[in-house]
């Protein structure tokens, strides 16, 4: 299992994937009030659709992204604004991309030790029907498969090597 | 012009703006001796084929994107690692995310006053015939054309606004 360099404590790739499911699972309660069921992957393949992507900077650095199918993200919104959505246009969009930004929050927080572990960008988000996505050849990633509810999502973690 | 909450001094995007292109222009440079000609653009459509995103978060939080097309991605992979690219594979598209990393460090580098500017995430390459990209609505962005040589790029840059 892989670690990562932070001064004084080296936080492993285990510590990070944990931390991650928790806050998984504490964004889709407390969002959602549903209990998430939250498998950790061994496959890469991300199905297109929509990927919201916010990355982080700092002891640590990376990338968290949220791959969801088009209706996923309909799903996942409606559930979140108490709206229905039959596209995905800009409101789905930007909450796509608040989830995966409070991902990466929880993230921090629960990895988060005597000194801040990194800073958060703010989430861009690509939505289409044909695209892969690319992480650096010296990361190093987990991928988890939620399912909340009715919604499904894909979970991917990019950290960059030392 | 929109200006960013940065403690003691505020920073415009024209600053913004002024500073990733100086940085565009020093890359293509010193990577390819080719002298960039920046064009500020007014609309914000961007062309599927490849795109390099790299997140930070500090005192201003954003994304810097370099979007191409597919042939423009093989054509300024070649230029900078001096071997011929048909087709993005994961060279080329790591070259790419190696290029955005190196415009977001030019943009630190000269927008940076006495402190620490921002924190940079790694970069995540997106590549697809048919996907859109979409920045959240609380942000404001500049979209520079370059075009270097035989090379056409677009870089764009989100901030976060307060």
Known sequence: MGSVSVAGAPVTMLDLESCLGKAVAEVLATMLNYQAIVVPRSDNRITPGLSAIVGFGGKISGFIALHLTLEGACTLA???????????DDIVSDAMGEVVNMLAGGLKKYACQSEELFKISIPSVI?????STHAPKDSEQRILSVQAGPCSLTVQLVVEQH
């Open 78 to 88: 409606s559930g979140l604004l108490g709206m229905g959505f039959d596209e995905v």
């Open 127 to 131: 939505r289409g029907n044909d695209y």
